[in-house]
């Protein structure tokens, strides 16, 4: 299991950032991959996901429409463009794979529990 998180940043509201996140083969075979972020002293949250089978994105509501997730199959990668940034985005941005059911992401956006060191995030 493998996880690395690339692209963070300082960017001024209304900005933009591309985070990256490569994974093991066997990460990325779980189908579900996604983002999350964490600010100080505050539980970790899910941002956004992607069912790789089918490409089929999911958002959480006050990102939807600002952030768009990606993926290549070919890198066992998946991308999270910015847009839009707002000083209330600011945190850790982690990458991790998800709990898949037959046709998508399982309710309740579930990590596997495997963490990369996360990339930081820092909109003014």
């Known amino acids: 299991v493998q996880l690395v998180e690339s692209g963070g940043g300082s960017v001024a509201a209304g900005g933009s950032l591309s985070l990256s996140c490569s994974s093991s083969e066997d990460t990325y075979a779980s189908n579900c991959m996604g983002w999350f972020r964490q600010f100080p002293g505050q539980e970790r949250e899910a941002v956004a996901a992607?069912?790789?089978?089918?490409?089929?994105?999911y958002y959480e509501d006050s990102v939807e429409g600002r952030f768009t997730i990606s993926q290549d199959d070919a890198k066992n990668a998946v991308y999270l463009e910015m847009n839009g940034l707002k000083p209330e985005d600011s945190g850790t941005y982690y990458c991790a794979a998800l709990v898949c059911d037959s046709v998508g992401l399982a309710p309740g956006w579930l990590p596997l529990g495997h963490w990369g060191q996360g990339t930081q995030v820092t909109v003014s």
């Open positions: 992607i069912y790789t089978p089918a490409g089929t994105t």
